[in-house]
């Protein structure tokens, strides 16, 4: 099974043209972060995360819910080669948050995409701080997107990707772009989804972008990012918590058994 392209398209609201150009890749890697939120409610309930075309169409386009990293972006993928792009997988390390000197597994996922001649480094899926455009994989220089400038800087045969944020550059995490296969990307989804230390197994995170702020949620503690300067935020209870991920990351909570009592256990861990 392939994923539905209409059914794609209506979820995200995006009735524009269907060819393999610059201009359509740029308006679907814009509009994907604002609709389908990252989030990791099925590993925070121990639920297991399939990344088969089958499971990601059941999920992230008819059943409502968002997804990380080798969801989004393994769901992008099946978008653009059914328009006709040519995409390759690879994988990264997480650099952000991440103390200098320790070295993260390749547990983040992201596509190298060609576009009008030109190769682009494509990710839909890094939570908070995704970028919103398609960065140009030759350029050096600062790349402007609807949100934060970005860059990819050289180092030891890896490109680091960059986010100016609050007027500092901010290293993101680094690739060395090598073709990941399905293999890849199942080994990082469990790390991720089952590892008994995963980040993602032990608290709750959820992103969804907007045109003038970024939403961002850690356990219990609410961020607004807004681009012309400031962060709001704030502690939620657990009905607030449920609220949040319905109203504001726009996700479908039927059927999430135990989320209830997961979020209770988080705004009182977090209050």
Known sequence: MSIDLDGYFKRIGYDGPRQPT????????????????????????????????????A??????RGGYCFEQNLLFGHVLRALGFKVQEATARVRWSVPPGVHTPRVHALLIVEAEGESYLVDVGFGGNVATSPLMLKSRDEQ???????RLV????????????????????????????PADFEM????????????????LLAARAEPDRRYALFNNGLSTHKLNGGTEKRKLDARE???????????RLKGLDGLDAALGRLAANGS
């Open 59 to 64: 999920k992230l386009v008819k059943g409502g």
């Open 188 to 203: 990082g989804n469990w790390f991720t989804s089952a590892h008994p230390e995963s980040i993602f197994v032990n608290g």
């Open 22 to 57: 610059l201009a359509v890749l740029r308006e679907l890697h814009r509009i994907q972060p604002q609709v389908i939120a990252f989030e990791n409610l099925d590993p925070l309930l121990k639920r297991p995360v399939k990344l088969d075309a089958a499971a990601l169409d």
């Open 144 to 150: 402007a997107t609807p949100h934060e400038p970005f």
């Open 241 to 251: 918590l449920r609220d949040a991920l319905g109203d504001l990351f726009k996700i």
């Open 154 to 181: 050289e180092e030891d045969h890896r490109l680091v990707v960059e986010a100016k944020i609050a007027g500092e550059w901010t290293s993101l995490y680094a690739t060395d772009l090598a073709e990941s296969i």
